[in-house]
């Protein structure tokens, strides 16, 4: 309040001498009088704003460019002065604060893009252009999969699952292999990581090549070794006792191990990105059925094995892969299963996705085991599992065959009580007979 009359006092002071002027020289003169004052004092105000007017169209908001003022307005210009000030010195921190960032993001050894809502490229590091082939003074404002047109980029961008991780091969650099991950921030914007795993792939394609090729070259003397050790089995002449028994436990081992080459073998097979999926309309009901023959003969009538088939529906992919993950489950549930039990497997149709599982009375399986059971060679009971004759790598098979069959296994388990295991497909994958 006391603002508005000191910025009125100078009204006042004329109101006041016009008031005299009136009453010494009459009304004419004064008026004329405060006529003039008005108008020098509008005009003084119009100068001033024009002043702040063309302040404020320049480009230079500096403090040293605001215009000088008189009266009233000194104070206004002092104020903006301030106000200037401050804001420089809050762009200078910000500033710093983004070359900060910058400079912590070029150094390190991920790629980083920031995209909008529009998935348009806003800023990146120098190591996201290398990995992405883009380059950050021509590319900003640009969508990105204008720049990266590889389908599966252009598929991962959509989908969004800011989850999963996306494995791509750059054709324009030879040999390099990137991961990239979206990363929700903001309002709908994204971060785009990049990493190079061109080493690690090498590493575990020769991995895979090793074990591939060592399982292979295992797999004739260990056939051979079987053979002798059946001949001589059979032989009457051998003494019985103790030769018997060693026959037959070397027979047993060998034939330990050429289960695991072969699940070994299998999983090379499987993990082999160029060994593509040879799909075709899979007959799950009859594959079911073969494989319940050979789920009772490896019971031998110790076990109640019940089939239920719930839908005639048809499967997508590949009858092989199939056969070796329903295969490892049931022959799991048998092997865990103790005698007199019982086991049920299931094909059946829920909420529009198809069902398979398999369902034991076994032993069960502690909670925190079940995350890591599809670990290739992870056993909950190493003793109990070389009982069973089980090669630690079937859960192993069943995920990468899952995997690709766009399906996804779950497991329930109770200890004492039994375990089930679910195998869900996708509704495009069913295939519903035509009667």
């Given at each position: 309040?006391?603002?508005?009359?000191?910025?009125?006092?100078?009204?006042?002071?004329?109101?006041?001498?016009?008031?005299?002027?009136?009453?010494?020289?009459?009304?004419?003169?004064?008026?004329?009088?405060?006529?003039?004052?008005?108008?020098?004092?509008?005009?003084?105000?119009?100068?001033?704003?024009?002043?702040?007017?063309?302040?404020?169209?320049r480009?230079?908001?500096?403090?040293?460019?605001?215009?000088?003022?008189?009266?009233?307005?000194?104070?206004?210009?002092?104020?903006l002065?301030?106000?200037?000030?401050?804001?420089?010195?809050?762009q200078?921190?910000?500033?710093?604060?983004?070359?900060?960032?910058?400079s912590?993001?070029?150094?390190?050894?991920?790629?980083?893009?920031?995209?909008?809502?529009?998935?348009?490229?806003?800023w990146?590091?120098?190591?996201?252009?290398?990995?992405?082939?883009?380059?950050?003074?021509?590319?900003?404002g640009?969508?990105?999969?204008?720049?990266?047109r590889?389908i599966?980029?252009?598929?991962?961008?959509?989908?969004?699952?800011?989850?999963?991780?996306?494995?791509?091969?750059?054709?324009?650099?030879?040999?390099?292999?990137?991961?990239?991950?979206?990363?929700?921030?903001?309002?709908?914007?994204?971060?785009?990581?990049?990493?190079d795993?061109?080493?690690?792939?090498?590493?575990?394609?020769?991995?895979?090549?090793?074990?591939?090729n060592?399982?292979?070259?295992?797999?004739?003397?260990?056939?051979?070794?079987?053979?002798?050790?059946?001949?001589?089995?059979?032989?009457?002449?051998?003494n019985?006792?103790?030769?018997?028994?060693?026959?037959?436990?070397?027979t047993?081992?060998?034939?330990?191990?050429?289960?695991?080459?072969?699940?070994?073998?299998?999983?090379?097979?499987?993990?082999?990105?160029?060994n593509?999926?040879n799909?075709?309309?899979?007959?799950?009901?009859?594959?079911?059925?073969?494989?319940?023959?050979?789920?009772?003969?490896?019971?031998?009538?110790?076990?109640?094995?019940?089939?239920?088939i719930?839908?005639?529906?048809?499967?997508?992919?590949?009858?092989?892969?199939?056969?070796?993950?329903?295969?490892?489950?049931?022959?799991?549930?048998?092997?865990?299963?103790?005698?007199?039990?019982?086991?049920?497997?299931?094909?059946?149709?829920?909420?529009?996705?198809?069902?398979?599982?398999?369902?034991d009375?076994?032993?069960?399986?502690?909670?925190?085991?079940?995350?890591?059971?599809?670990?290739?060679?992870?056993?909950?009971?190493?003793?109990?599992?070389?009982?069973?004759?089980?090669?630690?790598?079937?859960?192993a098979?069943v995920?990468?065959?899952?995997?690709?069959?766009?399906?996804?296994?779950?497991?329930?388990?109770?200890?004492?009580?039994?375990s089930?295991f679910?195998?869900?497909?996708?509704?495009?994958?069913?295939?519903?007979?035509?009667?």
């Amino acid at each position: 309040m006391f603002d508005i009359w000191q910025r009125c006092s100078n009204l006042l002071l004329v109101i006041f001498i016009t008031a005299i002027i009136w009453m010494i020289l009459g009304a004419v003169k004064a008026l004329i009088f405060f006529s003039i004052v008005l108008l020098w004092m509008v005009f003084h105000h119009i100068r001033h704003l024009v002043a702040l007017e063309r302040w404020l169209q320049r480009s230079d908001h500096s403090v040293a460019s605001i215009p000088p003022g008189t009266g009233a307005w000194n104070d206004v210009f002092a104020h903006l002065a301030r106000y200037v000030r401050q804001y420089s010195h809050s762009q200078e921190l910000l500033s710093l604060a983004l070359e900060r960032m910058r400079s912590v993001t070029s150094a390190m050894p991920d790629g980083i893009v920031l995209l909008d809502e529009a998935d348009r490229i806003e800023w990146c590091n120098l190591v996201a252009e290398q990995h992405l082939g883009i380059n950050l003074s021509l590319d900003a404002g640009q969508q990105i999969t204008y720049l990266v047109r590889q389908i599966p980029f252009v598929e991962y961008l959509t989908a969004r699952k800011y989850s999963d991780h996306l494995t791509l091969k750059q054709p324009r650099q030879q040999g390099l292999i990137i991961s990239l991950q979206l990363v929700p921030y903001g309002y709908n914007q994204k971060l785009l990581i990049s990493r190079d795993i061109t080493r690690f792939e090498k590493i575990e394609t020769m991995r895979r090549d090793f074990i591939a090729n060592v399982s292979h070259e295992l797999r004739t003397p260990l056939t051979v070794i079987g053979g002798f050790l059946e001949t001589l089995s059979a032989d009457e002449n051998v003494n019985t006792g103790f030769n018997k028994r060693v026959l037959a436990l070397m027979t047993e081992q060998t034939t330990r191990m050429q289960r695991l080459i072969e699940d070994l073998l299998i999983l090379s097979r499987l993990e082999n990105e160029q060994n593509k999926i040879n799909e075709k309309i899979v007959d799950v009901v009859s594959l079911l059925h073969v494989i319940l023959q050979d789920a009772e003969s490896l019971s031998a009538g110790r076990h109640r094995i019940k089939l239920n088939i719930a839908t005639q529906d048809q499967l997508l992919g590949s009858e092989e892969e199939l056969r070796s993950a329903f295969g490892n489950l049931i022959s799991n549930a048998i092997r865990y299963t103790p005698d007199k039990g019982e086991i049920n497997i299931s094909w059946e149709k829920y909420d529009g996705q198809g069902l398979f599982f398999v369902q034991d009375s076994g032993i069960g399986i502690e909670p925190e085991h079940i995350p890591r059971l599809t670990e290739r060679f992870y056993r909950v009971d190493n003793s109990r599992s070389r009982e069973t004759g089980g090669t630690g790598l079937g859960l192993a098979i069943v995920k990468h065959v899952l995997s690709r069959h766009e399906a996804r296994l779950e497991i329930i388990s109770q200890v004492g009580k039994g375990s089930r295991f679910n195998i869900w497909f996708p509704a495009k994958r069913l295939i519903a007979l035509n009667k």
